[in-house]
């Protein structure tokens, strides 16, 4: 049997925009990592609001900022 990885850490540093695809693709990961016990990090969100611009609606549009987990620094 395959070895599965515990924890996936997703460098978000250098994305400035994400279609909703991509988004939707992210979400069905961590939902289903979840379910198996297993964790999906996004790291280097950037949470600078003076650097923030129309993908900063993002998350909350697709309630990214509630299902998955981020941190603003490597893990």
């Not at 279609?19 to 297993?38: D, K, N, P, T, W």
């Amino acid at each position: 049997m395959k070895q599965q990885v515990p924890r996936i850490a997703i460098d978000v540093s250098n994305i400035d925009f994400m279609e909703s695809h991509a988004l939707g693709i992210l979400v069905s990961h961590f939902l289903a990592m979840q379910r198996q016990g297993r964790e999906m990090v996004l790291i280097n969100t950037n949470s600078d609001p003076s650097q923030r611009d129309h993908a900063d609606h993002q998350p909350r549009e697709t309630s990214l900022n509630r299902s998955c987990n981020a941190a603003d620094n490597t893990v």
